[in-house]
């Protein structure tokens, strides 16, 4: 049988998707149960154990597919970049209605109704998807009204079917975003998760790891000996790391080095990059 990528399909030699069936060895083959994230953001873990490493994280209003729940743990198969990997099982709701809007501010707070004095009852993140039930003014403030009875700012969320015109702004509203291994949300980000939370908004599904966007994101680039080729929108790429160029000579990453995301010159970042893990691997253009 062909190797399988197991951060994108769900199997194990006990258990695997039933769509594999045939494809992968297990001992048992199940259909995922559609489910959709009810916390602000979800730790994605290599394993059901609260000490196990983040892979990823999935946002507030994120579809999955539960192929297993144990142990207050649900192994799960996010639906928009088909990661898999281990969630709380508490993290987890019904679908019940259909999200009619994203929240389009880095972060945004929720609030038990329509005053900002209220305090908070919860927060999100970009990317995160909401039903919006309803409509209130409190002292000159506009909000959006959710099933739940809380309510968000309205001017921090648009209609899903919105798309944001130039990926590149989006990802340098995150500036100041702090560093978080793992992260994909306004709350902690990594390289990759940035680039993807930043294209999703721009109306583009891309997948997860910095590998993955290495092997298969737009068409490979030449920038030339002395990168003069390189534009706007193109991306960088290191092992195990990325970063999209804000203009010939610029670049937006979120890194390990300031812990931020971060604005650097890429020959700068090249040379303080260099000594620790070679040069770029590889260019691309979305």
Not at 88 to 111: K, S
Not at 115 to 131: A, K, Y
Not at 180 to 208: P, Y
């Amino acid at each position: 049988m062909t190797a399988r990528d197991a951060r994108l399909h769900a199997f194990r030699s006990d258990l695997a998707d039933a769509r594999l069936k045939g494809k992968v060895s297990a001992d048992r083959f199940v259909t995922g149960r559609p489910a959709r994230i009810t916390a602000s953001v979800a730790d994605v873990r290599k394993a059901p154990r609260p000490d196990a490493g983040v892979n990823t994280q999935v946002l507030f209003g994120d579809d999955v597919l539960v192929f297993e729940e144990a142990e207050g743990w649900a192994w799960v198969q996010a639906e928009r970049d088909g990661y898999v990997g281990y969630v709380g099982a508490t993290m987890l709701g019904a679908r019940e209605h259909a999200p009619t809007h994203i929240v389009t501010a880095p972060r945004t707070f929720l609030y038990p109704g329509p005053d900002l004095r209220f305090p908070i009852s919860g927060q999100l993140s970009m990317g995160s998807t909401v039903t919006v039930t309803g409509a209130a003014e409190t002292r000159g403030t506009h909000y959006a009204l959710l099933p739940s009875g809380e309510a968000l700012s309205a001017g921090h969320i648009c209609p899903v079917s919105d798309i944001a015109a130039d990926y590149v702004s989006v990802s340098e509203m995150f500036l100041g975003t702090p560093y978080l291994w793992g992260g994909t949300s306004g709350f902690g980000i990594d390289c990759s998760g940035l680039v993807q939370l930043a294209m999703r908004m721009a109306g583009r599904n891309v997948l997860r790891d910095s590998d993955m966007q290495a092997a298969g994101l737009g068409e490979p680039l030449d920038p030339g000996s002395d990168y003069a080729g390189l534009k706007r929108g193109d991306l960088v790429f290191w092992k195990g790391h990325v970063a999209v160029m804000t203009d010939a000579e610029t670049m937006i990453h979120a890194n390990g080095h300031t812990m931020l995301v971060s604005r650097e010159g890429l020959k700068e970042a090249i040379g303080r990059i260099g000594y620790l893990y070679g040069g770029p691997t590889g260019f691309r253009r979305p």
